[in-house]
């Protein structure tokens, strides 16, 4: 593509060695990845600011820069911007086409729910007849196959890539805050955005709760001109949202328990899998939940509305929900040779932590067990409150890593050890290595035990720990082919 072509989608305040006839190969932001050809954005970031590698990506090839600082003199052409990491996003969007508007796009964002929701809304979209991408925390799917995620929203690059390669009619997203906050999805306009719900996270990036949401709002100034809103309104969040969005010209269209609602919770028998009556309009609709907990019921209910605003058959969406397979790293169960029952989940907020304690509750279980990771430097003003509450329900608690993150072991000791004194009762231990922790429930569990290992879910650890096993569920796999060859 031609240097002017491609520069007309973003805003330039100053310029030098202006050549809008030069053909660009590629663009990229990390300078290590500079081929000669290609177009460099220099990019201030957390770690590293890329202005002051230019004149690296200029040696490696690059035939001109964008960035934000004032132009000094270079042998490549130079253009300033107000915001490199926006200009990114609509260069990358501009390179490949603005591939977005090839598909219906579905945007799904919310402190919990977010992954659930999405699997749910893939699995109805297909089962109706549609072919449909997914972009989000467990895995890239793209026209049938995997790909390993890196972030839940992937940078611009790497996402509008993905839309470009993707041939299937409908792209399902979940859309971090710190996806919008970085304006990764910056140059996409999406036909369905859906708000699943507002909880205490992310405010090790993010100031506050309310500044948290205002980030989480802005995607719902990128909707397509008839786009539509999809909003839980059974959280004040929701409710707010809502207003917000009646005063712009889309559609908002809402999911709860008031008479008030577009798709209305008439009831809810909470067993394992909830059996519930929904009512939309003047039809009801009586079904069972193939997904434990009364969260998940909210994140069914919210894949139905959107599927039933993109006039697919609610009926036969309804009817292939017998078909879902869950979704990989969330509330996955495992059976105990005692009667125990081990729940794999990637709960990591207060209130997914007690979603998970709801279940076991109305499941009856004898003791709840509750294996809690932390991560180093990840929003640290949310562990006393966990802890505490955590030690409250549970029998046994015990405290361990997630990651570590870049935090030396002997502090993230030392952090688990001063939770455990300060905010948790008696029933606390701290066992560091995770496999070990793990291990020790295993050992430890008995029959009418439910035993909660959060935090991961079905992401791969980022250190090695004692036992062979890569995360969660392996782990938990070879504790269960261990006992298998214990001689009797």
Not at 435 to 440: F, L, R, W
């Amino acid at each position: 593509m031609k240097l002017d072509e491609l520069l007309k989608v973003i805003t330039i305040t100053d310029r030098v060695n202006h050549l809008p006839s030069v053909s660009i190969n590629a663009i990229q932001f990390n300078s290590k990845k500079i081929r000669p050809g290609d177009l460099f954005v220099a990019i201030k970031g957390f770690a590293a600011d890329g202005h002051q590698y230019i004149q690296q990506a200029i040696d490696k090839g690059a035939v001109a820069v964008v960035g934000e600082l004032p132009p000094t003199q270079l042998d490549v052409p130079y253009y300033q911007t107000p915001d490199s990491r926006k200009a990114l996003a609509h260069l990358a969007s501009q390179y490949y086409g603005h591939p977005y508007q090839n598909h219906v796009m579905i945007g799904i964002t919310g402190t919990n729910g977010k992954t659930t929701t999405a699997y749910l809304l893939k699995h109805m979209i297909e089962k109706a007849g549609k072919t449909c991408s997914l972009i989000g925390t467990v895995h890239n799917i793209i026209n049938n196959e995997r790909i390993q995620s890196k972030n839940t929203t992937p940078d611009p690059l790497e996402l509008q890539a993905l839309l470009a390669e993707s041939r299937d009619e409908v792209v399902i997203m979940e859309v971090s805050s710190h996806g919008i906050e970085q304006q990764r999805v910056e140059g996409i306009l999406f036909d369905y955005a859906l708000f699943t719900n507002l909880g205490h996270d992310h405010l090790d990036y993010h100031d506050s709760l309310e500044e948290y949401f205002n980030v989480k709002s802005r995607l719902f100034k990128q909707l397509k001109k008839n786009g539509a809103a999809v909003i839980a309104s059974h959280n004040e969040w929701g409710r707010k949202l809502k207003h917000q969005i009646e005063a712009t010209e889309h559609d908002v269209y809402t999911f709860g328990s008031d008479d008030r609602d577009d798709m209305k919770l008439v009831h809810v028998c909470t067993e394992y899998f909830p059996l519930i009556k929904l009512k939309q309009e003047s039809l009801e609709y009586t079904f069972q939940i193939p997904l434990p907990g009364l969260h998940n019921v909210w994140n069914t209910i919210g894949a139905l509305l959107t599927v039933s605003k993109m006039n697919l058959s609610l009926e036969k969406v309804i009817a292939s929900l017998d078909m879902f397979p869950g979704v990989p790293g969330r509330f996955e169960t495992y059976s105990h040779t005692s009667g125990a029952t081990f729940i794999v989940d990637y709960a990591h907020t207060k209130d997914a932590i007690e979603y998970c304690y709801q279940t076991a509750k109305r499941e009856n279980a004898e003791r709840i067990v509750h294996i809690l990771g932390f991560r180093g430097n990840r929003d640290v003003t949310k562990r006393s409150e966990i802890v505490s509450l955590c030690s409250s329900v549970c029998d046994q608690l015990i405290l361990t890593f997630d990651d570590l993150n870049r935090v030396p072991e002997e502090k993230m000791i030392s952090d688990l050890e001063r939770l455990k004194e300060n905010d948790a009762k008696d029933n606390a231990i701290v066992i560091p290595d995770r496999t070990k922790a793990i291990e020790y429930a295993w050992k430890e569990a008995r029959a009418g035990d439910w035993v909660f290992v959060t935090g991961k879910g079905q992401e791969t650890y980022k250190q090695k720990f004692q036992l062979p096993a890569s995360n969660d569920k392996e782990t938990i796999q070879f504790l269960q082919q261990e006992r298998l060859a214990l001689p009797y």
